[in-house]
């Protein structure tokens, strides 16, 4: 079993930029996908980005694109969303999750989700 711990997030003006954490427990974290997730209020959640379990392979979602980038440190237990350019429509709790499933893009393909880490982005 993997638990997850979310942090980064804050309040942060336009063209901003953020680095959110996910630091993970577990001695077999290195061997797991990880995923970015997003829920606006009144919004489904929503697919981020994506990683395999060395790093060398990621999947983002179009509207983030050349302005998030996720990585990790399997040394650390860590994965890591660095946010640049940040949009008001950014805005969202953000949750990372283990990926155990097959459409990487799909919510219900993950597991053990982290608690959220709320962004706020101001005009």
């Known amino acids: 079993q993997v638990q997850l711990v979310d942090s980064g997030g804050g309040l942060v003006q336009a063209g901003g930029s953020l680095r959110l954490s996910c630091a993970a427990s577990g001695r077999t974290f290195s061997s797991y996908a990880m995923g970015w997730f997003r829920q606006a209020p009144g919004k489904e959640r929503e697919f981020v980005a994506r990683i395999n379990w060395s790093g060398s392979s990621t999947y983002y979602a179009d509207f983030v694109k050349g302005r998030f980038t996720i990585s990790r440190d399997n040394a650390k237990n860590t994965v890591y969303l660095q946010m640049n350019s940040l949009k008001p429509e950014d805005t969202a709790v953000y949750y990372c999750?283990?990926?155990?499933?097959?459409?990487?893009?799909?919510?219900?393909?993950?597991?053990?989700w982290g608690q959220g880490t709320q962004v706020t982005v101001s005009s």
């Open positions: 999750a283990v990926h155990t499933g097959f459409v990487y893009s799909d919510s219900n393909a993950y597991d053990y």
